[in-house]
């Protein structure tokens, strides 16, 4: 109950800087869509910060640490300092100029001035929003999971299908709402308060977490030696050849095991009872009799599968294609698409996950050990236990691949997709003077190589951390959902006030993000298509204020039910959208800074986005493939590459906008 | 100094494409892998070369030229 009434607080005081912060609305619509341009440094870095910096600052950081190894620094987080502050200085400080000048909030407006083109406000309209759509569910979603695992057992008797917690629907409902309150009073000032406050939460509580596990791991040196004796790998972007030797014998056994199980299902092996009490009896793991009671019988079919492969010839009795299927059905995947034709071809991680049924057979594998999460000490477990219990015996061995270079190397064009966002366009037109840009661009990469480095060493260490008090167990089962892995090492490290305070930072980190989204999609709402095609004198600012804030709450609302109807993949459909972002770079940094651009040419490279976008989301199975690489590198390059080279090619050959437009955004 | 901070950028482009620490897995004071210490001094670098930016190579003027105001023409 500790964590639920920590967040409770936490959420609290949220809503009463809200409201404080609405005090301060000056009551025009420049106030509630700008802040009326007057925000100064610190709160312009804070909230640059806190809405760039998403859930996946912390937890995804720790996450992808845990599954990747460090590389994921050098890839996501130093890439991000250098190139983001470029944004900032490049695009930021002279968009924010220009906004000042002519008086725009969104970028369609600029863009429609700069290419004397309607159109090209409308055909940018609607990918703006949609990249930015599943952005936000995800942080909807991702809201309503954190609250649910952190406050497993809060309740006696109800919500049992949900551990006992705060059900995801009700967590999701309360943060959306929480967000929608301040940003509904506050505009965007109250958001940059927010986004002030919250940015400051979470940076502190990354560090302290930090410090706290590596106390309760023995210390930074004796956590990291663990990682260098267990899974050297992980410190590195290569793979060493002892893990490779370990991990093709790991590999070997649970194909076996995968084999055998199938041909018990389809009745075409059966031991009898003797071959399998020596198949027991030859298992030293079994015969140490030191496994819990629940990991007996899986340990039992992989006895039973060592002895078929040495007794019955185990691996004659299947086709090649029966092997793929008997690999599909033991890691609980579908046959989504043909079969290869040889055994060599055949990638399980290419086929779908049956995430419709895997977990109700764990759970019916484990249903009577399924209680309150109070009853621990019964030897009760909670379902999501029980789906982590499975899995680890059940799924195959996890990945052990080197980081691609190309890909790495490629990878750093990603973070210019911040360059196109446009919740962060409208943050930059906050500012109060430009000068006031200079402290979110010397700070940024400080500020995120504050909050990644502990989060990637802390990541880093739960692939080879011990439970305090059963050094012979891991801390961190095999299969563990990667971006719950900072919240269960805390839980399991720490006190319960500590959990409710890191996951107060995470929700911190996603609505900090999520107000700023909110804010825009209305904002572009109201300016680009109601005042846009009303006429600029037909709504009073009152009005206009009223139509922003009638915008957020339907946005809000339509987000909200989205995150309801379990969008498949969307948290792979996240991160395509930054890879579309990053390919509409060039467009604003030649709106800003080419004279020769023009509307055809911005058409070209808004189609050439497009449309690389979906052959290349089509090539990679709709997002199912997670290596999809193009010619080895990130897909990203490749788009970037088509948006310029489109955009060039057309505008050389078009006519350029007048000159009175010329001259009124490249001044002599 | 007007190009210092740029010419800092460039050098830490280049300089992130890393591939001599690619397999090497030592700990630097027993407990910072020297990949990841690597980077984590390409993030702090970072944040001088666009000291040495702002401080060397600012568009001053744009501080004075904001007064003018107005609707946008379209």
């Not at chain 1, 298509?529 to 922003?548: C, E, H, T």
């Not at chain 1, 993949?569 to 509409?584: D, E, I, P, Q």
């Amino acid at each position: 109950m500790t964590p639920l009434i920590v967040i409770c607080c936490y959420l609290a005081l949220l809503l009463l800087l809200g409201l404080f912060s609405s005090r301060l609305f000056r009551g025009t619509s420049a106030d509630y869509l700008l802040a009326s341009h007057s925000i100064g440094p610190f709160l312009l870095l804070m909230s640059i910060f806190g809405t760039t910096m998403t859930a996946f600052a912390l937890v995804g950081s720790s996450g992808e640490a845990y599954a990747e190894g460090i590389g994921v620094y050098g890839m996501l987080a130093s890439s991000s300092g250098i190139v983001h502050s470029l944004c900032f200085f490049v695009v930021g400080v002279k968009a924010w100029s220009l906004g000042r000048k002519y008086g725009y909030t969104t970028q369609s407006q600029l863009f429609r001035d700069r290419l004397e083109s309607d159109g090209i406000g409308l055909l940018l309209f609607p990918i703006l929003v949609g990249l930015v759509v599943p952005y936000l569910l995800i942080g909807v979603i991702a809201s309503g999971t954190v609250i649910n695992s952190v406050t497993e057992g809060a309740f006696t008797d109800m919500f049992a299908q949900y551990d006992y917690g705060v059900p995801p629907w009700i967590g999701s409902l309360v943060v959306s709402a929480v967000v929608l309150v301040y940003v509904f009073f506050g505009g965007m000032r109250g958001t940059a308060w927010a986004n002030t406050f919250q940015t400051i939460i979470f940076m502190i509580l990354g560090v302290v977490t930090f410090f706290l596990i590596s106390d309760r791991l023995g210390g930074v040196q004796a956590a990291s030696e663990a990682v260098l004796k267990k899974h050297p790998s992980k410190l590195m972007r290569d793979v060493s050849p002892d893990e490779r030797k370990a991990h093709a014998v790991e590999t070997e056994r649970w194909k076996n095991v995968a084999n055998y199980n199938w041909l018990v299902e389809q009745k075409k092996i059966s031991l009898s009872d003797e071959q399998k009490q020596a198949a027991h009896a030859a298992d030293p793991v079994l015969v140490a009799k030191k496994l819990p009671p629940w990991a007996v019988g899986f340990e039992q079919r992989r006895a039973e599968a060592a002895y078929a492969v040495e007794h019955e010839d185990l691996k004659a009795k299947l086709s090649d294609e029966e092997k793929m299927r008997a690999m599909l059905a033991q890691d609980d995947r579908l046959e989504s698409k043909p079969l290869p034709a040889s055994l060599d071809d055949f990638h399980l991680i290419e086929f779908e996950r049956d995430d419709d049924s895997w977990e109700a057979r764990a759970r019916e594998y484990f249903k009577a050990s399924i209680g309150h999460p109070s009853q621990a000490e019964q030897g009760k477990i909670t379902r999501k236990q029980a789906h982590g219990r499975y899995r680890a015996m059940r799924w195959a061995p996890e990945k052990l691949e080197p980081m691609p270079k190309l890909q790495f190397f490629t990878y750093l064009l990603v973070p210019l997709s911040v360059g196109m966002f446009p919740h962060l366009f409208q943050h930059w037109l906050t500012a109060r003077k430009a000068s006031n840009f200079k402290l979110a661009v010397v700070a940024h990469p400080l500020f995120i190589m504050i909050v990644w480095a502990p989060c990637v060493l802390v990541g880093v260490w739960a692939t080879s951390a011990m439970m305090p008090d059963n050094p012979r167990a891991s801390l961190v089962p095999p299969h563990f959902p990667p971006n719950a892995v900072l919240a269960y090492m805390v839980k399991q490290l720490t006190s319960e006030w500590l959990t409710g305070l890191l996951i107060a930072g995470v929700l911190a980190a996603i609505m900090s993000s999520l107000d700023s989204q909110f804010l825009c999609i209305g904002t572009m709402f109201t300016t680009d298509v109601v005042v846009r095609y009303a006429g600029p004198n037909r709504f009073s600012d009152k009005q206009k204020i009223f139509l922003a804030r009638s915008f957020i709450v339907a946005i809000v609302a339509i987000t909200y039910l989205l995150s309801l109807l379990d969008v498949p993949r969307v948290f792979t459909l996240g991160v395509w959208c930054f890879s579309g972002f990053a390919a509409l770079f060039p467009l604003i940094v030649a709106a800003l800074y080419w004279r020769r651009l023009t509307a055809p040419g911005a058409y070209a490279a808004v189609l050439a986005t497009v449309a690389t976008w979906i052959y290349f989301f089509a090539e990679s199975d709709y997002g199912r493939n997670p290596n999809f690489a193009v010619w080895g590198m990130q897909p990203v390059a490749p788009m970037v590459l088509a948006s310029l080279g489109a955009m060039v090619l057309v505008s050389l050959v078009t006519r350029p906008p007048s000159e009175a437009t010329l001259q009124k955004f490249f001044p002599k | 100094m007007k190009y210092a901070g740029w010419i800092l950028i460039v050098l830490l482009l280049i300089l992130h494409q890393d591939v001599w620490y690619w397999d090497d897995p030592t700990l630097v004071f027993g407990f910072v892998p020297i990949g990841l210490l690597y980077h984590v001094g390409i993030s702090f670098f970072a944040g001088m070369a666009w000291l040495l930016v702002v401080r060397f190579d600012w568009p001053e003027r744009l501080d004075q030229d904001e007064t003018s105001g107005g609707g946008p023409t379209q």
